[in-house]
């Protein structure tokens, strides 16, 4: 495939966000049953450390509802009780579920990126990301859709208007319990 054919891959308004601020990616076909940060990583050996997970969260019991977006390491755990919280000024905060991140960003599980999410009715969302994420020398993420991925400089992403980077944003994972 040619540079030009791969960015057929993505979705207008993420080839158009990446356009826009001069974001300097290489775009990566992916399979859709690969889509998964770890199923993507063992299939094509990218040690999940290399591999930046975007994820929208809310607020819950919160009138209107406030909500953002988290771009994290794929070997952390993003710290939703207390960082996240935090930064939306709520009481409780969680994961969105598939419907309301389909309903903010326009992409499915699996593929959402900070590049080209829609704007809503409060304006566009706030992007933090992790610091973690910026220690590495690239970094392999969602590309808009469950058919191709982004790999790109992590600094890339503060060309992005708005983009917070937030220190223990998340923590590394522990071993999982036996």
């Known amino acids: 495939m040619?540079?030009?054919?791969?960015?057929?891959?993505?979705?207008?308004?993420?080839?158009?966000?990446?356009?826009?601020?001069?974001?300097?990616?290489?775009?990566?076909?992916?399979p859709d049953?690969?889509?998964?940060?770890?199923?993507?990583?063992?299939?094509?050996?990218?040690?999940?450390?290399?591999?930046?997970?975007?994820?929208?969260?809310?607020?819950?019991?919160?009138?209107?509802?406030?909500q953002a977006i988290c771009v994290v390491l794929g070997t952390s755990?993003?710290?939703?009780?207390?960082?996240?919280?935090?930064?939306?000024?709520?009481k409780k905060a969680s994961f969105a579920d598939a419907e309301l991140t389909m309903q903010l960003t326009g992409m499915q599980i699996g593929g959402v990126t900070p590049f080209g999410v829609r704007s809503g009715e409060s304006g566009e969302l706030p992007v933090y990301v992790d610091t973690a994420v910026l220690g590495q020398d690239h970094v392999i993420m969602?590309?808009?859709?469950?058919?191709?991925?982004?790999?790109?400089?992590?600094?890339?992403?503060?060309?992005l208007p708005g983009v917070v980077v937030v220190e223990g944003l998340a923590a590394l994972r522990g071993p999982e319990p036996a």
């Not at 979705?11 to 990616?25: K, S, Y």
């Open 2 to 30: 040619t540079n030009h054919d791969t960015e057929l891959l993505l979705m207008p308004e993420v080839r158009n966000a990446l356009e826009t601020h001069g974001i300097d990616h290489e775009v990566l076909p992916c």
């Open 33 to 66: 049953e690969l889509s998964d940060t770890a199923a993507f990583c063992d299939h094509y050996g990218v040690p999940l450390n290399q591999a930046a997970n975007t994820i929208v969260v809310t607020s819950r019991k919160t009138e209107p509802a406030v």
């Open 142 to 159: 969602g590309g808009g859709n469950r058919t191709s991925k982004l790999r790109l400089a992590p600094t890339e992403l503060r060309k």
């Open 77 to 90: 755990r993003l710290d939703v009780n207390k960082k996240v919280r935090e930064l939306l000024g709520a």
